[in-house]
């Protein structure tokens, strides 16, 4: 008898409520309407657990860090119900070769029937000398395991993009996982980020038990439904920016009064993500509201791109992509033109009205 996430659930004494709140919570995270909880409630009575295989490269293990703190859905809930994780050398009990022998197991047992998840990348150079596993070069492990997979999710901006390990002069030719060698092929979700947010990270995860496909992804295969907008676009200070009041130095008064933090290097209208939105800590703040400006984490090649702190050039129009001087000499030339028209028009009025009180003005 096959095992369900629902059998999972029942076993560790969770209420028929309580599973269907669950199921209805993991809609509203996928950004779902209501309607879908019903239909994500029964994948979950009657579809398998899936085995998943976690594995770790060049990486700081930030990404495994945030997981493990999401709130909706929890991330105990997302182990132990939704899927199986059977091979994770950062929180497995298994060690040695007792861990590696899993790898094996999974990789034979459920062939075509599991999902890879990648935290970190591999780096080529010397033959992948710079990052071992059991032993071997990881870039082998993630070969071997990647052969049989369902798909590969890519966490954070390490297996997406490459991150620090890949800056610029990259000595160790540290590798994203889409651009390794016989991978190309692979249905590959990116979820970028350093780290990426608990939230999306599960309910990426929900989405693909759940539906048994990938999400909609956009045209560099990360998922539409988080990655579609910039922080810019959400952001509670775009109307500081639109309106060209700008933080000039830290903790003036412009800082005091949560203007925007364009002028200090923020790269919110340029990064894709959806920290605005859903933000971090279960929606408690993401970096800009607590006072920093972002620093484009999620992008390809951050790391390259100058310092955090370095000013965006080369956005030119009023609004979403204006410049940050154009846009206050603007709004203050339009300021002063209508503080001059309206005087002049108010000094014209007054006249008129003298005129009209002078004797003989009526003959």
């Known amino acids: 008898m096959i095992e369900t996430f629902y059998d999972v659930m029942r ?69 132990l119900s939704m899927l199986s994780l059977d091979y994770d050398d950062t929180i497995m009990a298994a060690a040695g070769h007792n861990a590696e022998a899993i790898v094996t197991e999974i990789v034979e047992k459920y062939k075509g029937n599991y999902i890879l998840a990648v935290e970190g990348n591999p780096p080529l150079a010397e033959d992948g000398m710079y990052c071992i596993i059991g032993g071997k070069p990881f870039v082998e492990q993630l070969k071997y395991a990647a052969e049989s997979c369902k798909a590969i999710i890519s966490w954070g901006s390490c ?36 780290p990426p947010i608990a939230e999306v990270m599960t309910a990426v995860v929900a989405y693909l038990l759940t539906f048994d496909k990938l999400p909609t992804l956009d045209k560099q295969g990360r998922p539409q439904m ?31 009064q949560g203007h925007c933090l364009y002028k200090m290097g923020c790269k919110g209208p340029t990064t894709y993500n959806a920290c605005s939105t859903v933000k971090w800590n279960e ?53 002063g033109a209508g503080v001059a028209a309206h005087a002049g028009l108010t000094a014209l009025n007054r006249a008129k009205q003298s005129g009209d009180k002078q004797p003989g003005a009526e003959q």
């Not at 579809?47 to 999401?70: A, M, Q």
């Not at 490459?162 to 540290?174: D, F, H, I, M």
């Not at 500081?240 to 830290?250: M, T």
């Not at 400006?293 to 702190?309: A, L, M, N, T, V």
């Open 226 to 256: 988080f990655y579609s907008q910039r922080i810019h676009d959400k952001c509670y200070r775009r109307p500081h920016f639109d309106a060209g009041q700008f933080v000039e130095q830290w903790d003036d008064e412009a800082a005091r």
């Open 159 to 194: 297996a997406s993009w490459g991150c620090v390990q890949a800056a610029k002069p990259n000595p160790t030719r540290a590798t994203p996982v889409h651009k390794v060698p016989g991978l190309a092929d692979k249905p590959i979700i990116k979820v970028p980020g350093c």
């Open 283 to 335: 929606g408690t703040s993401f970096p800009i509201q607590s006072g920093h400006g972002c620093i484009g984490c999620s992008e390809d090649g951050f790391w390259d791109k100058g310092s955090f702190y370095d000013r965006l050039t080369g956005i030119n129009q009023f609004g979403i992509e204006a410049n940050a001087d154009v846009v206050g000499g603007t709004a203050a030339a339009i300021v």
């Open 11 to 79: 076993r560790q004494g969770i209420t028929r409520r309580s599973f269907l709140k669950f199921c209805s919570l993991t809609a509203a995270s996928l950004g779902l309407s209501p309607a879908f909880a019903p239909k994500i409630a029964h994948a979950m009575e009657t579809k398998p657990r899936i085995p998943v295989l976690w594995l770790h490269g060049l990486e700081c293990t930030c990404c495994s860090e945030s997981f493990i703190r999401s709130g909706h859905p929890l991330a105990k809930d997302v182990i």
